[in-house]
């Protein structure tokens, strides 16, 4: 199975599921065969669990569900140390971080203590508990979901974490012919179970593939001087750190693979960029009140930079 058709496959896969989200199973794609995290971003009602559900399913990996609240703890995410009174020991019960695919919904609701316990398994992909680290399954994918308009109950995160997301996908309404399909399908019941396309050994399979994607000097540095231009930027408080610019090259190696090439062209990256750059800029509060959005700055700088021939 070339890159192409894996991904036709999994959006065809994903549609039995959600109605018009074939944008964001492909973003989801390259951050999955890129190694790299995502937040989804998208007011209530948008399908988000869902799709994440879908998306899980249809690549064979195990998937669970963490709903992020203020009293959670730490230990609630990657488990804890109990002792079992039958056998005399202590032993470890894993939490649900032990999966391919982990959903942590409404990763803003979780106090910073907790929201903490993720960085390890999204960095390391491991976890500490009480002083015994354990691999977490491969491949590992965390999609965090965020509501965009609710301000109340909510905690920030720490831009420490936010720059260990690879991609933010913003999830808006569905247009007037995908919402009213989707109501069609609704009124027929027409949703099917989602069929298994891959297994886990074939993901990690087109891993390996993309490590052998060509990106030429000319393209280096391309990205680096995107990447730069959001640092020296007077608007920008702060801008993209060098891992941005690693998951923006990863993530352009990936969509080349989809798209059935072994190497990366400038429409890779511009691509991407909005995704993997925009949720790590910090603007300055006078440009912020003045409705000015990081997108809009990470657009100018690639109308800006010149592209490589």
């Known amino acids: 199975m ?24 492909e973003l989801l794609a390259v951050a999955l065969l890129s190694r790299g995290h995502v937040i989804l971003e998208g ?17 064979g990996l195990s998937f669970s569900r963490i ?17 079992d009174q039958k056998n005399g020991e202590f032993r470890v019960r894993k939490g649900p971080v032990f999966a391919n ?15 903490s316990a993720l960085l390890e398994a999204m960095q390391e992909q491991q976890v500490t ?27 920030n995160l720490p831009e420490a974490q936010i720059d260990r997301f690879m991609m933010k996908i913003r999830m808006g309404y569905t247009g007037r012919d995908e919402e009213i399909a989707l109501l069609r399908r609704k009124d027929r019941g027409d949703f099917s179970d989602v069929n298994r396309i891959v297994t886990p050994d074939r993901i990690s399979e087109m891993v390996r593939r993309i490590g052998k994607i060509r990106a030429e000097d000319p393209i280096l540095k391309y990205i680096y001087e ?25 993530a352009s190696k990936s969509l080349a693979f989809l798209r059935d090439r072994n190497y990366v062209i400038p429409d890779d990256v511009k691509e991407l960029a909005v995704s993997v750059l925009s949720h790590r800029i910090k603007l300055k509060a006078e440009y912020e009140l003045d409705g000015l959005r ?5 657009m100018e700088i690639l109308d800006d930079v010149e592209v490589p021939k």
Request: glycine share 6%; charged share 25%; no cysteine.
């Open 2 to 25: 070339e890159g192409r058709e894996f991904l036709d496959r999994l959006k065809e896969e994903v549609g039995r599921a959600v109605v018009g989200r074939d944008d964001v199973v």
């Open 43 to 59: 007011v209530p009602g948008v399908a988000k669990t869902t799709l994440a559900k879908a998306f899980a399913k249809a690549i």
């Open 67 to 83: 709903q992020l609240t203020p009293d959670m703890m730490p230990a609630d995410i990657i488990g804890s140390v109990f002792y």
């Open 101 to 115: 695919v982990v959903l942590a919904d409404e990763i803003n609701r979780a106090t910073p203590k907790t929201q």
């Open 129 to 155: 508990i009480e002083g015994n680290s354990f691999h977490l399954p491969e491949p590992f994918l965390v999609i965090a979901t965020m509501n965009p308009v609710e301000h109340e109950s909510v905690y």
């Open 226 to 250: 995107i990447s730069l231009r959001t640092r020296v930027d007077e608007r920008i408080l702060l801008g993209g750190s060098p891992r941005a610019g690693e998951h923006l090259l990863f």
């Open 294 to 298: 990081p997108d809009d700055i990470v």
